[in-house]
């Protein structure tokens, strides 16, 4: 299972698919990025997560799962977690909280609550200790609660904590580092599009999440002990997957799933191109640190496709 912390090595744009006369560039950056991720190694501990997620069937007759622990907010905007214990008589203790940086000037906001809660059957109603009259109730489902505060006043306009939350000891360690399927690339379960909600629901929170501080992308989310990296375009779809994997294994799903066009260039750098959606998946196998092999998923752009015509990048 990955773990998280943040990393910010990782700042390879799609403009990296250069013709011939921005090869160079290329170089460059693919050795930059190759050098930060050595540099970083040591701090990185490679785990399995989810490839996708647990059937809303399978979840739905979990209704066993306790509500003690801690829960991640399933937010495409705010950085969340719920945790909760419960004590004799279906009484429970909470602490609610969640942060978020503004993509306009860097500043961070947080909102926090806590207090206490009765559990009757599925829900619980609760009290907020800060603030007075900012209660409100907890419908847990199998792996997800629910969490709704009606009174508008008591969120900020900065952080809003409705929604759901789902456990974090539920998300899965069987995915593999690659999966082709639909003409989509999987990557750890994750593909182009998706959204930051849709990514924790299937790798926990991230150890940051906001505006990339390098400037290459409106919004990232970085998971540093796996090498993760996700930037997002400004409606909040992923545009961008970053990522590390054992060399061996995903050459193996690679040979396994993948049967469409697959390029190399001089370097010997690989390109994997479904000419139906431009989706691209680029690793280098003459640069890897031990057994890791770091790729990028992404669109491809005209500059692919003048490396073709010029020839520096042909059919494999």
């Given at each position: 299972?990955?773990?998280?912390?943040?990393?910010?090595?990782?700042?390879?744009?799609?403009?990296?698919?250069?013709?011939?006369?921005?090869?160079?560039?290329?170089?460059?950056?693919?050795?930059?990025?190759?050098?930060?991720?050595?540099?970083?190694?040591?701090?990185?501990?490679?785990?399995?997560?989810?490839?996708?997620?647990?059937?809303?069937?399978?979840?739905?007759?979990?209704?066993?799962?306790?509500?003690?622990?801690?829960?991640?907010?399933?937010?495409?905007?705010?950085?969340?977690?719920?945790?909760?214990?419960?004590?004799?008589?279906?009484?429970?203790?909470?602490?609610?909280?969640?942060?978020?940086?503004?993509?306009?000037?860097?500043?961070?906001?947080?909102?926090?609550?806590?207090?206490?809660?009765?559990?009757?059957?599925?829900?619980?109603?609760?009290?907020?200790?800060?603030?007075?009259?900012?209660?409100?109730?907890?419908?847990?489902?199998?792996?997800?609660?629910?969490?709704?505060?009606?009174?508008?006043?008591?969120?900020?306009?900065?952080?809003?904590?409705?929604?759901?939350?789902?456990?974090?000891?539920?998300?899965?360690?069987n995915a593999s580092p690659f999966a082709f399927k639909n003409g989509e690339f999987y990557i750890y379960g994750i593909s182009l599009g998706d959204?930051?909600?849709?990514?924790?629901?299937?790798?926990?929170?991230?150890?940051?999440?906001?505006?990339?501080?390098?400037?290459?992308?409106?919004?990232?989310?970085?998971?540093?002990?796996?090498?993760f990296y996700i930037s997002y375009s400004g409606d909040n779809t992923a545009e961008s997957?970053?990522?590390?994997?054992?060399?061996?294994?995903?050459?193996?799903?690679?040979?396994?799933?993948?049967?469409?066009?697959?390029?190399?260039?001089?370097?010997?750098?690989?390109?994997?191109?479904?000419?139906?959606?431009?989706?691209?998946?680029?690793?280098?196998?003459?640069?890897?640190?031990?057994?890791?092999?770091?790729?990028?998923?992404?669109?491809?752009?005209?500059?692919?496709?003048?490396?073709?015509?010029?020839?520096?990048?042909?059919?494999?």
């Amino acid at each position: 299972m990955y773990k998280l912390i943040v990393l910010t090595i990782l700042t390879v744009s799609i403009s990296i698919i250069a013709g011939c006369s921005n090869k160079t560039i290329l170089e460059e950056k693919i050795v930059k990025t190759d050098q930060e991720i050595e540099k970083a190694d040591d701090q990185f501990h490679k785990k399995d997560t989810a490839a996708e997620p647990k059937s809303t069937g399978d979840e739905e007759k979990q209704e066993d799962i306790p509500w003690d622990g801690q829960w991640i907010f399933l937010s495409d905007d705010d950085l969340g977690q719920l945790q909760i214990e419960v004590l004799e008589g279906n009484k429970i203790n909470y602490t609610l909280g969640g942060t978020r940086i503004n993509p306009i000037n860097n500043s961070s906001y947080a909102n926090s609550f806590e207090g206490t809660g009765v559990i009757q059957d599925n829900k619980a109603e609760f009290t907020n200790n800060l603030v007075e009259g900012c209660g409100g109730v907890m419908e847990k489902k199998g792996t997800i609660i629910t969490l709704i505060i009606e009174d508008e006043s008591c969120h900020t306009p900065q952080v809003y904590l409705n929604g759901d939350y789902k456990k974090v000891n539920s998300i899965g360690n069987n995915a593999s580092p690659f999966a082709f399927k639909n003409g989509e690339f999987y990557i750890y379960g994750i593909s182009l599009g998706d959204t930051p909600s849709t990514v924790k629901g299937l790798l926990g929170n991230p150890d940051y999440e906001g505006p990339d501080e390098e400037g290459f992308y409106e919004w990232i989310q970085d998971y540093s002990t796996q090498s993760f990296y996700i930037s997002y375009s400004g409606d909040n779809t992923a545009e961008s997957i970053h990522a590390e994997a054992d060399e061996s294994e995903l050459k193996t799903a690679i040979a396994k799933e993948f049967k469409g066009q697959v390029y190399i260039d001089d370097d010997g750098s690989n390109y994997l191109f479904n000419p139906d959606n431009k989706q691209l998946l680029i690793f280098n196998e003459k640069e890897q640190n031990g057994q890791m092999i770091s790729f990028l998923v992404t669109y491809a752009d005209g500059n692919f496709h003048q490396g073709i015509e010029q020839g520096w990048i042909r059919q494999k």
